[in-house]
């Protein structure tokens, strides 16, 4: 059980403790049972209807945020849907180099401060090494601050090391209000549809072939048709607009 739903059944057995201490104390001092299940009843009918409201705001946010197809996005994908956001909220930004990022995936600034983003598209809980990997790009790129986000949660030492370094965290519950916010699921879907098209004029710079979407062991890449005797290739997320 994760330590939010144990806060959350905490908090829920104190306001039941603490509902039945106040129909005790009723029963008592009126001596009406009549009155105290009718009080029950309706209390009842009312938190029964805002748990409803909540579970329905809560699979609304879900929803709007894309996180369902975020948890099926390539690690490369996931990072190119965050650069989109951070743009749409007013930053300045790009994306790192693949193969010499420096600890960062994102390089943004906003109101004159420089932050750095490591991104872990992850099913399971991220540790310490990300928030490392996050201290030290700080100190590579200069920055004022450094940020990292999951579609997962992070593990207790790497909160702890997080927290002594100032360096912000978004897990899978503050990813999904922000996305949601943003209207991530819309976000989703165009930057997979653009990920999915590969133009049909467009051919290698090198030998003329067509181009095709290939799978290697770092994901997804374009590379010739005309492999093994071209060898031209490049990232696959780079055949996006803009990017």
Not at 161 to 168: F, G, M, P, Q, W
Request: aromatic share 10%; net charge positive.
């Amino acid at each position: 059980m994760s330590r939010r739903r144990k806060i959350v059944d905490k908090e829920a057995k104190a306001v039941a403790g603490l509902f039945l201490i106040v129909m005790a104390f009723i029963w008592l001092k009126t001596g009406n049972l009549s009155l105290v299940i009718t009080i029950f009843v309706i209390s009842m009918v009312v938190l029964f209807a805002i748990g409803l409201l909540l579970r329905s705001n809560r699979k609304k946010k879900i929803i709007t945020s894309g996180i369902d197809e975020i948890d099926k996005m390539d690690g490369k994908t996931f990072e190119k849907l965050l650069l989109e956001y951070f743009l749409k909220m007013g930053y300045k930004g790009k994306l790192t180099s693949e193969y010499a990022d420096y600890g960062a995936d994102l390089l943004l600034v906003k109101d004159n401060l420089k932050y750095v983003v490591q991104v872990k598209r992850w099913s399971q809980k991220v540790g310490l090494k990300a928030i490392q990997e996050a201290v030290a790009s700080i100190k590579h790129y200069k920055a004022d601050k450094g940020i990292v986000i999951t579609n997962s949660f992070f593990t207790g030492n790497a909160k702890e090391l997080a927290k002594s370094n100032a360096v912000e965290l978004w897990d899978r519950n503050k990813l999904i209000y922000n996305m949601s916010q943003a209207k991530g699921q819309a976000m989703t879907a165009n930057i997979q549809n653009e990920n999915s098209k590969v133009n049909a004029a467009d051919t290698c710079p090198r030998c003329g072939s067509d181009v095709v979407v290939k799978n290697g062991k770092r994901g997804k890449f374009i590379g010739c048709s005309g492999f093994p005797k071209c060898r031209y290739s490049r990232d696959y997320i780079s055949s996006v607009p803009g990017s």
